[in-house]
């Protein structure tokens, strides 16, 4: 075992620094990693305590004075050995021996490797409390795999097979976890909150993660694929944060049931059986997430569930479109839901919902209100408003520990993707919503740097068209159309177009492409500009103006189809269509996209 006092002195002479660097377990991490990541690392490779992160918002650091002492074990399945002593030079072999000698506010870093029966763990890996599992965040545990499963006996499911067992403030980061055995579960959380991030959940015969008991975990930043039946399940009184998460391939991609009251945000929820299932008691909250081409339902709600999609004080945010049969099924026992500010197609929904303050969309009775409810159902209906977000988000209990995952900064969006496998259907997903931006940990001077991705958060210009010019009245859609968005291009600025149409700003252009030469030779119908999606808000007063303009200032009035309206921008793809539908409806405007001829 190796301290964190030991290491750091290794930073104070760099030839002691050299040979730290070439021992077995430093040298395959360091393989692991790309050599531009090894160059970005820079002084870091001799300074591991440059590396340490700042923890969660809601999390409290220890004193840096505390964190030189701070245990560490490194543990390597192929150059390990369980006789060692759990340093860099004399590693452990499997994560079942470092686990065991492993002490209150423990980092335990693995190399690249398959951890399994056959080279020697016992299953199920229990972790302790305060103790950190950390592999490669960078990668989501690409090369670092834990993969089987053990009987595990819960106190409220009876027995079960499981990979992996958290514990209470524990941290599991950049791994793997696969349990292919008869209804296996990858990682069982029973009455504990802890930070699960940035992994990868993938060949769970039964579930990637199963959150039971009085739970508050943080799941965030993990990829659930091809899962056997939910890509994580959300049982009892739990109250977790689940958060920029995707889930692909699966039965139910999330399933919530019992009392819980789970924090959904900011997922990425496609090509499932059913996106997120509903059922019970439940109440969770949803904003911000990405629910599309699933094969049967987007989101679906049975028996006493009540999700909260949107109100009056928060709109949900949600993009839900293009699932099978219905993007929002309503199959509860006489609830209506509210789900105020997302994105969804009228004609792809059932049940009582209401879609604003001002407008309930009744469309008939659910089926699975018939095949899965109570048939005596009690009479009328009721309209609910669950509980506040603010509230309602899980708070974690975990203390500062040597390796801080990342936190996600709500005003800065990012993600980090994985190789995936391909699904079924040769489309890709549609890029997502901008997504909260995570600082990555780079852990004792060996673990991978901060990645982040560009972020396209520059505002479309919107020409305002002269008041004489002729408009042409379009066609407007409900439901987007199926077809794969158009890579993302820069944003530009369009002259005023001739006598077709008022077109606003599109993306993709540079000005000189429509200004330059001679306007004769340049049709300027929209369709010749390549502009498809046109986003407006209903009513055209002044007011509504003013409050579209405090959002894009060159917002104009127009007309469509008989009705005024306030035109916001006409775009080429659909994904910067979306944005600017999202960003328009989180102001608390009634906005829309219309196909433009």
């Not at 990637?208 to 939910?230: C, E, L, Y």
């Not at 899965?372 to 988000?393: E, F, H, I, W």
């Not at 030469?517 to 986003?535: E, F, H, K, W």
Request: glycine share 10%; aromatic share 4%; hydrophobic share 35%.
């Amino acid at each position: 075992m190796t301290r964190l006092s030991d290491i750091s002195q290794l930073g104070s002479s760099f030839p002691r620094t050299a040979i730290a660097l070439t021992s077995p377990f430093s040298l395959m991490v360091l393989r692991s990693f790309s050599p531009f990541l090894l160059i970005s690392l820079g002084l870091g490779l001799f300074n591991p305590l440059c590396g340490l992160a700042i923890p969660p918002r809601n999390q409290q650091m220890a004193p840096a004075t505390n964190n030189r002492s701070i245990p560490v074990i490194y543990v390597s399945s192929t150059l390990g050995n369980d006789g060692g002593q759990g340093t860099q030079q004399s590693p452990f072999k499997t994560i079942t021996k470092a686990v065991s000698m492993a002490p209150s506010n423990t980092a335990i870093i693995l190399a690249p490797g398959t951890y399994s029966s056959q080279t020697g763990e016992q299953f199920p890996i229990i972790l302790h409390n305060n103790v950190t599992l950390q592999g490669n965040p960078n990668t989501k545990g690409k090369d670092v795999i834990i993969t089987g499963g053990g009987f595990y006996t819960s106190k409220t499911s009876a027995q079960q097979n499981i990979t992996m067992l958290g514990a209470n403030s524990s941290r599991i980061s950049g791994v793997t976890i696969t349990n292919p055995n008869e209804r296996g579960y990858g990682l069982w959380i029973e009455s504990s909150s802890l930070i699960v991030s940035q992994n990868t959940f993938t060949g769970n015969s039964h579930d990637g993660i199963s959150i039971v008991g009085i739970s508050a975990p943080i799941i965030q930043d993990n990829s659930f694929i091809q899962n056997g039946a939910n890509g994580i399940t959300i049982y009892g009184n739990s109250r977790p944060e689940i958060r920029n998460n995707e889930f692909q391939n699966t039965g139910f991609g999330i399933n919530i049931s019992q009392n819980a009251a789970p924090f959904v945000i900011g997922n990425r929820v496609f090509y499932n059986k059913d996106g997120i299932v509903i059922q019970a008691n439940a109440r969770p909250i949803l904003r911000n997430n990405q629910i599309e081409r699933n094969q049967r339902d987007g989101i679906v709600a049975i028996a006493e569930s009540l999700p909260d999609l949107g109100n009056t004080q928060e709109p949900g945010g949600n993009v839900i479109r293009n699932n099978g049969r219905y993007d929002l099924n309503n199959g509860t026992k006489g609830q209506q839901i509210l789900a105020y500010g997302n994105q969804l197609a009228a004609n792809k929904i059932i049940g009582p919902i209401q879609l604003s303050p001002y407008q309930t969309a009744m469309a008939g009775t659910s089926p699975l209100a018939r095949q899965l409810s109570n048939p005596t159902s009690s009479p009328g209906s009721r309209t609910v408003v669950a509980n506040d977000p603010s509230t309602m988000t899980p708070i974690n209990t975990a203390s500062s520990l040597p390796v801080y995952l990342p936190e996600s900064n709500p005003a800065n969006p990012n993600s980090i993707p994985i190789p995936v496998p391909p699904p079924e259907s040769s489309r890709l997903p549609p890029q997502p919503a901008p997504r909260p931006q995570s600082s990555g940990d780079r852990v004792l001077g060996l673990l991978v740097p901060v990645v982040s991705d560009l972020i396209l958060g520059r505002r479309a210009s919107v020409p305002v068209p002269p008041r004489t010019q002729p408009r042409q009245t379009p066609q407007a859609i409900t439901q987007p159309p199926q077809a794969q968005p158009t890579s993302l291009a820069s944003i530009g600025i369009l002259a005023v177009p001739g006598p077709d149409i008022p077109i606003g700003s599109g993306g993709g252009l540079l000005p000189n492409e429509v200004a330059s030469g001679n306007q004769g030779d340049i049709p300027l119908s929209p369709m010749a500009l390549g502009l498809r999606y046109r986003v407006v808000v209903e009513s055209g007063s002044d007011a509504d103006l003013r409050r579209v303009r405090s959002v894009v200032p060159e917002a104009f009035t127009t007309v469509v189809q008989g009705r005024s309206v306030v035109q916001a921008g006409a775009f080429r793809d659909q994904y910067r269509a979306n944005s600017l539908l999202q960003q328009l409806t989180r102001s608390g405007l009634r906005a829309r996209i219309e196909m433009m001829n």
